[in-house]
């Protein structure tokens, strides 16, 4: 399991220095021959200002900290578990509210996971294409009425593959939808593959059936993603990828004024690593349609430029983010400023 922990340090905006300390990421606790209990965590907070009016400064807590416990089963199988807990709102953290699953593994044939998790799509979605606050574009998951895609979820049994041929890995997830009854379902899964390796390609898709993604709206959904990552010398990382979706309202549901709803986006970046510092441009946009007419409430753009500093792996960032959303949460155009830092332990 500590591949997907070091997953989410890869996407830190500075790749080389923070592989360098993501071996040493986790405390041993306890360990035996047969069984580890390990502690870890990610220290990030910041402040930002979104530049919406009357908006100031206000103080974004991230950090988390999680417990990953393994035992022997077989020969060739590992039973795991693990608690996670995170970003601390007004009343604190809830135990268990990031991913926290059990599952079992093994080297030859990958792992299976039950509980909560992130989807096998918003996996790709969330980093690196929403780096540098393009997420308040391209990862419109928490704007009721756009939320056409799941983040993590609790009812969830997700089984990741092994490497195959030591260039692609797929994933595929099942559970429910928002509510617990037989026709309320989800489906994810995604391939990732290095053809060459300076390259890398990602596709996923995500469908549900009877699932609440707006106010009282029932409807279900399809969603599709593609996205590459290439790396044409050690020091510049260019990324992009387009997402789609689309949202049926059930006949029988109450309904918020339309009854279809598609929505496109697409997000692009350049990152250039000079020695433990890291310069990033990006630019992401999305388009809709409501009842088959294009939506200008559903329009919104970002550009984005990120400067950042590793010091002896304690990530140090400014972004600057100008945001059009004319009908949306930014009335006109709004410059969005934040200063943070990460680490992992």
């Given amino acids: 399991m500590n591949k997907f922990f070091k997953r989410s340090v890869i996407g830190s905006a500075v790749a080389a220095a923070v592989l360098a300390s993501s071996a040493a990421s986790a405390y041993v606790i306890a360990q035996t021959d ?8 990610v220290v990030s907070i910041s402040a930002v200002d979104y530049g919406t009016t009357d ?17 022997v089963m077989t020969d060739s199988v590992e039973a795991f578990v693990q608690m996670e807990s995170g970003w601390m709102l007004d009343d604190g953290a809830k135990v268990g509210n990031r991913d926290t ?43 009721a009425g756009e939320r056409f895609h799941f983040d993590r979820k609790s009812q969830q049994i997700r089984f990741d593959s092994a490497k195959i041929g030591d260039m692609a890995k797929f994933s595929a997830s099942v559970g429910n939808g928002s509510q617990n009854t037989d026709d309320s379902k989800f489906f994810g899964a ?6 060459v390796e300076m390259l890398t390609l990602h596709l996923a898709m995500e469908n549900t059936t009877d699932t609440d993604f707006d106010a009282n709206t029932v409807g279900d959904t399809n969603n599709l993603f593609a996205g590459f990552e290439i790396r044409p010398i050690d020091n510049v990382m260019l990324a992009g990828a387009y997402k789609t979706g689309e949202f049926d309202k059930d006949a029988a549901s109450a309904g918020n004024g339309y009854n279809t709803r598609d929505i496109d986006a697409f997000s692009l970046q350049a990152n250039y690593y ?29 550009i984005t430029g990120e400067v950042g500093h590793s ?33 992992y332990f």
């Fill in 34 to 41: 047969e069984n580890s209990v390990e502690m870890y965590g």
């Fill in 55 to 71: 908006s100031t400064f206000v103080l974004e807590n991230e950090s988390r900290i999680g417990f990953r416990a393994s035992q």
């Fill in 274 to 302: 000079m020695g433990a510092t890291n310069f990033r441009l990006g630019y992401a946009s999305q388009d809709g349609e409501t009842n088959g007419t294009k939506d200008e409430f559903l329009k919104r753009e970002t």
């Fill in 190 to 195: 995604s391939f990732s593959i290095n053809p």
């Fill in 101 to 143: 699953f059990v599952g079992m593994r093994g080297d030859d044939w990958g792992q299976v996971r039950f509980g909560r998790m992130l989807t096998p799509m918003y996996e790709l979605v969330d980093w690196p294409y929403s780096a540098s606050n393009m997420g308040t574009t391209f990862d419109r998951g928490w704007r």
């Fill in 311 to 343: 010091f002896n792996s304690v990530y140090t960032f400014l972004r600057v983010a100008q945001q059009s959303d004319a009908e949306g949460s930014y009335k006109g155009d709004d410059t969005m400023v934040r200063i943070g830092t990460e680490w």
